[in-house]
């Protein structure tokens, strides 16, 4: 279930530059017009926006990112004498560290962790199938959240939604594909290599961007190298333990490589989209997906009942508390929890907080008899994988931080006004900060 919070992680490391920057540094002229602004879905930016910029009584008007090519309308009819808007962005930062978030975070931790042990607890279901009726569920249990935000979303959102609705579902086929891949290495490898290896996204995003020639440290290029010598020793296991095999492991890093395009996508639609609306139709789609390869390679039935049927949890009571559990353990408390977690830890907390998530699992797989004790190379490789994903983690954050504060440093947003009677041009430099 880490899919959907690196989804939600991504966006966050990318407004980070935006969430940096100094506040109230306005000087307001002898006639000030009213002001224009836009702060997307941010109440804690509307706040902000408000105090700096608009003072003694001014109008303050809202205007949506996707609104972008309409502002001119926009402001002219609200301002007569005015030529421009201010389109601004500003997020909150975290408050205070709660003592209950770090419970909390131990308990999305185990929730996450204990997914793969429950697919690995049933491996009389084909692939396909078992990950269809995992996506299925979950599907159900989401849409409540994404009906409601739906209703809340603006005019302008909706019809921004509907034009990126492909990406959407490209999005959904990348995660139908992850967990087909998923389950598979879980049933043909060793628990803990195929969550070593699917958990090696951050490297192969490191990897994608040397590759594109975009920015990146030396850390992130080191840690990358370091990485792949952790997995040279992986391969080396399947000599010595009989549950690990080359065809598993490689199942598992396609896992990965498929989730990196998932998480990209995220990336882009989740600075604007709600959760819920974001990963409910991804969901739904990646479940129709597999749902559709189960029925073409004759896995499954629409007749059909327990393991031969397209939706044989429903009816199965040895499956259904398994897959209930899926969905809403590691899917939903899980997830939520660590959504949560981000109001009041950093990113990069949370990011290297998963890295430990082969070793919880592999505990509880060992603690109910689904894994062995790892030998020399996968303690060995492993501990390598883990380390340099921490580097490039860790490298990745402080490149963008120090991206963030050179961006800071030289940006002065300028606004632009004309007063209807004068016709004199003036400039008002605003720059804002989250809290």
């Known amino acids: 279930m880490r899919w959907h919070l690196f989804g939600a992680l991504l966006p966050l490391h990318a407004d980070r530059s935006t969430n940096e920057r100094a506040t109230k540094s306005y000087e307001r002229p002898n006639k000030v017009p009213d002001v ?74 185990v929730a996450f962790s204990s997914a793969a042990v429950v697919f690995a607890s049933i491996p009389d279901v084909p692939t396909f199938t078992l990950a269809a009726w995992r996506l299925q569920l979950t599907t159900c249990l989401l849409s409540p959240a994404a009906i409601y935000q739906y209703m809340q979303l603006s005019t302008a959102d909706r019809k921004r939604l509907l034009r990126n609705i492909l990406l959407v579902l490209a999005s959904g086929a990348f995660l139908g594909v992850h967990f087909s891949f998923w389950v598979w290495a879980i049933h043909h490898t060793s628990l803990t290599h195929a ?5 090696a996204a951050p490297l192969l995003i490191a990897i994608g961007t040397l590759i594109m020639r975009k920015p990146i440290s ?54 604007w989209l709600p959760i819920f609306l974001y990963a409910t139709p991804v969901t739904g789609f990646a479940a129709l997906l597999l749902s559709i390869a189960a029925l073409v390679v004759g896995e499954a039935t629409f007749s ?17 508390p398994k897959i209930l559990y899926l969905a809403v353990v590691p899917g939903i408390v899980g997830h939520t929890g660590f959504n949560a977690l981000l109001k009041w830890m950093p990113a990069l907390l949370i990011t290297l907080a998963l890295t430990v998530e082969p070793l919880i699992g592999t505990f509880i797989g060992w603690s109910v008899g689904l894994a062995q004790i790892p ?18 983690v860790v490298a990745g954050d402080r490149r963008q931080q120090a991206a963030a504060a050179k961006e800071s440093s030289c940006m002065s947003q300028k606004v632009f006004f004309e007063d209807a009677s004068d016709h004199c041009n003036f400039t008002t430099d605003i720059e804002l900060a989250g809290k």
């Open 36 to 109: 224009a602004v836009d702060v997307g879905d941010n109440s804690a930016a509307t706040s902000l926006i408000s105090e700096a910029a608009v003072a003694d009584g001014q109008d303050l008007k809202l205007l949506d990112d996707s609104d972008a090519q309409g502002t001119s309308e926009e402001v002219s009819s609200l301002l007569p004498g005015a030529k421009a808007a201010a389109v601004i962005s500003a997020n909150a930062e975290g408050q205070h560290t709660p003592w209950f978030a770090w419970p909390l975070l131990f308990a999305s931790l």
């Open 195 to 199: 969550l070593l290896f699917s958990s």
């Open 218 to 271: 030396t850390g992130e290029i080191l840690g990358t190298c370091l990485g792949m010598v952790g997995v040279l020793a992986l391969t080396q296991a399947n000599k010595v333990d009989r549950q690990v095999t080359l065809a598993g492991d490689f199942s598992a890093f396609l896992t990965a490589v498929f989730f990196c395009g998932y998480i990209i996508i995220g990336a882009h639609l989740r600075k």
């Open 304 to 320: 059909g009942s327990g393991n031969t049927g397209l939706f044989g949890w429903m009816t199965d009571k040895a499956y259904l």
């Open 375 to 392: 030998g020399v190379w996968t303690y060995s490789g492993g501990a390598v994988l883990l380390v340099s994903t921490c580097i490039v």
